[in-house]
T-cell receptor
Framework: EPEVTQTPSHQVTQMGQEVILRCVPISNHLYFYWYRQILGQKVEFLVS????????KSEIFDDQFSVERPDGSNFTLKIRSTKLEDSAMYFC?????????????FGPGTRLTVT | GQQLNQSPQSMFIQEGEDVSMNCTSSSIFNTWLWYKQDPGEGPVLLIALYKAGELTSNGRLTAQFGITRKDSFLNISASIPSDVGIYFCAGQRRIGTASKLTFGTGTRLQVTL
């Protein structure tokens, strides 16, 4: 069964450093998303991406964040200058364009620890 | 922002018992989804609901889309140990295109033998 994959599974970085989180969405999906989950809390939406541009973003997704689809398979989230409060699980999700287009399938997540 | 409140927050049940949990919102959603999350893993989609009043099953799981479109319910029948985890509801507002999910606060389920 196709699934969303994410790398790395765990990233430790120092405050102020740039990080790039990578995702490979399900191959025939065209909508992509990033969410985050601070430890013990609910999952929060960051950004959605379709047709090579951002469709929607939350107030969490400020100028420090960016997304990119650099090739036909990868979808990346970049945090330019990490802060302690960016420590969280980051989940990538994807959904199809027709039929069950409302169903979002999540990857296993990247745990980001900012020290 | 939109808030989805789930209840109960947590529950301990015995294996074989049925479980009910619900999710309520102050605003309307057009799609409701239920996910299960195991520790350190991503949410796994269980059931998707698209119409008010809809009742959908997936094995031992049954979910309903409330007729007011402001709530949803999930039932698990004959619980087993692997049902342990956190169950999240998620609402989606936009019709005709995929859009962001707003997640609920979660219900933690623990099953004892």
């Amino acid at each position: 069964e196709p699934e969303v994959t994410q790398t790395p599974s765990h990233q430790v970085t120092q405050m102020g450093q740039e990080v790039i989180l990578r995702c490979v969405p399900i191959s025939n999906h065209l909508y992509f998303y990033w969410y985050r989950q601070i430890l013990g809390q609910k999952v929060e939406f960051l950004v959605s991406f379709y047709n090579n541009e951002i469709s929607e973003k939350s107030e969490i997704f400020d100028d420090q964040f960016s997304v990119e689809r650099p090739d036909g398979s990868n979808f990346t989230l970049k945090i330019r200058s990490t802060k302690l409060e960016d420590s969280a699980m980051y989940f990538c999700a994807s959904s199809p364009t027709s039929g069950a287009s409302y169903e979002q399938y999540f990857g296993p997540g990247t745990r980001l620890t900012v020290t | 922002g939109q808030q989805l409140n789930q209840s109960p927050q947590s529950m301990f049940i015995q294996e074989g018992e049925d479980v009910s949990m619900n999710c309520t919102s102050s605003s309307i959603f057009n799609t409701w989804l239920w996910y299960k999350q195991d520790p350190g893993e991503g949410p796994v989609l269980l059931i998707a609901l698209y119409k008010a009043g809809e009742l959908t099953s997936n094995g031992r799981l049954t979910a309903q889309f409330g007729i007011t479109r402001k709530d949803s319910f999930l039932n698990i029948s004959a619980s087993i140990p692997s049902d342990v985890g956190i169950y999240f509801c998620a609402g989606q507002r936009r019709i005709g295109t995929a859009s962001k999910l707003t997640f609920g606060t979660g219900t933690r389920l623990q099953v004892t033998l």
